[in-house]
């Protein structure tokens, strides 16, 4: 086949960790990999509302490399927009995309009500970027396979998955065609998780697209174990209630894993409660079990995780844990206390020195999380002002994504030297750094792409 012509253009994720989009298109072909949406700051989540460069119904496939919003949450909109493609996932990343992305749409529609309700919005009314039933439609249009199997999204187009290690189902992805072997790292997880498998080794690419999150730091030596275990002790042992904000997918299966192991080690006594008031991450949590060789869990670890905790499934069971008096643990999403059951909680223990909130992630600014990690002394929860004199622990250890350090040694393995590496899904300081890194170290040209840029391959 003849080399000439393969064009990457960078729609999201270039410069910024969100909105992971990457058009490759070769011969009047064009596929997508990932479809993500942008989150945070407002001037990055207007991006989704902007149309595409190019018309959905030109792009001929989708593949998503993992189930995270931030990867797959546009998909929904792509195909109202007039997408007829297959997109291509492993089976693990459609189990949690059919949990994921109808969830997005709820919430959409939630906040496109709140805002008409209040009145705030600058576009009357308030519309959300795609409803529930959206995200049903676009589930139609996914097509499974597994890692390691070589597939054709496109006629002439070869691609194959391999593990990235970083939430369940999350893959690297090879992708050849016009003669060029493309390498798309995915996010990629961390050798030493206490959940996950190590990446898988990178096959030979011509060019390399590689994330960047933590291209500038590198994880403390310590672990979730010895963070965890010390503080959940010292709530226990005054009889407080450990309030845990956690993210549904994989930080919540890593933080139950861990209470299973502290529990077993006599840390922690075997009598303490412990909640997990999450449908969200109940779901998550049964997918364990299905995906058992993803992971680093025997299907009795896996049930020994279900059944360390209470999950409580309904709204009158989450109301019902305020009830239950002496030392406890809840775990409730969202992980940065952006919204979710964990409020309530929030509302009803912060007001007291006996108990804890424990922050297991990264905090992103603005939010009720980065206030409590910043010390804040009150917090604005529904409208009314808490006080927040519980113990408020951040953790550094918990982190699905590979270090700068990681991310060099997986471009190490690599079983050749790649004609050219795009750095991306990184703030401009973590990106640029890696790539400094891979000039410096390996002597391989690397370049941080702008958004909306486009290169040959
Ligand atoms: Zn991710």
Redo the contacts with the bound molecule.
Sequence with gaps: MARMNVHIRFLGGAGTVTGSKYLVEHDGQSLLVDCGLFQGYKQLRLRNRNPLPVMPNHIGAVILT?A?L??SGYLPLLAKEGFRGKAWTTPATRDLVQILLPDSGHIQEEDANFANRKGFSKHAPALPLYTESDALDCLKLIRTVPTHQVFQPLHGWKASFTSAG??LGAASLLLEVGGRRILFSG?LGRPDDSLMNPPDRPPAADVVVIESTYGDREHPEEDVLAELGPALARVAARGGTAVVPVFAVGRAQEILHAIVLLKANGVLPHSLPVYLDSPMAIHTTDLYERHIGEHRLSAAQCRDMEHVAKMTRSADESKAIAQQHGPKIVLAAAGMATGGRVLHHLVQYLGHHRNMVVLTGYQAPGTRGASLSDGATKLRIHGQDVPVRAEVVQMQSAS?HADASQLMDWLRALPTAPRRVFVTHGDMGASDALRHRIETELRWQALVPEHESTWSA
Excluded: R
Aim: glycine residues 0%.
């Design positions: 993992h995270h931030d990867h970083h939430i996010d699905a």
